[in-house]
């Protein structure tokens, strides 16, 4: 069984920052790429960030300059530094990691719960 807990989200009025955190437990061999997501009722799903094992990092153009996304791998963890909020950011946060339980076995990707960030205006 592998399980990603989000946390670190919340309600934060315009312009304030949150940071959210994604650890990965259970079977894990090891971690491909980890990133995160979100989405707003009624919305496709969007990307936001990813982050390669190797530290590649990409973003959705709406979230440059304002996010970033690290990882620890010594606590299969990704982060999600949020700053300069603005209330288009409002939406349910997911991470994903891809993880191999074992050598022999294929990477697959694996989702979180969600969290739920509000931006006030």
């Known amino acids: 069984q592998v399980q990603l807990v989000e946390s670190g989200g919340g309600l934060v009025q315009a312009g304030g920052s949150l940071r959210l955190s994604c650890a990965a437990s259970?079977?894990?061999?090891?971690?491909?790429?980890m990133g995160w997501y979100r989405q707003v009722p009624g919305a496709q799903r969007e990307l936001v960030a990813t982050?390669?094992?190797?530290?590649?990092?990409n973003y959705a153009d709406s979230v440059k300059g304002r996010f970033t996304i690290s990882r620890d791998d010594a606590k299969n963890t990704v982060y999600l530094q949020m700053n300069s909020l603005k209330p288009e950011d409002t939406a349910v946060y997911y991470c994903?990691?891809?993880?191999?339980?074992?050598?022999?076995?294929?990477?697959?990707?694996?989702w979180g719960q969600g969290t739920q960030v509000t931006v006030s205006s």
């Open positions: 994903t990691a891809n993880i191999r339980k074992r050598v022999w076995l294929p990477y697959l990707d694996y």
């Open positions: 982050i390669t094992s190797g530290g590649i990092t």
């Open positions: 259970g079977s894990i061999g090891s971690i491909n790429a």
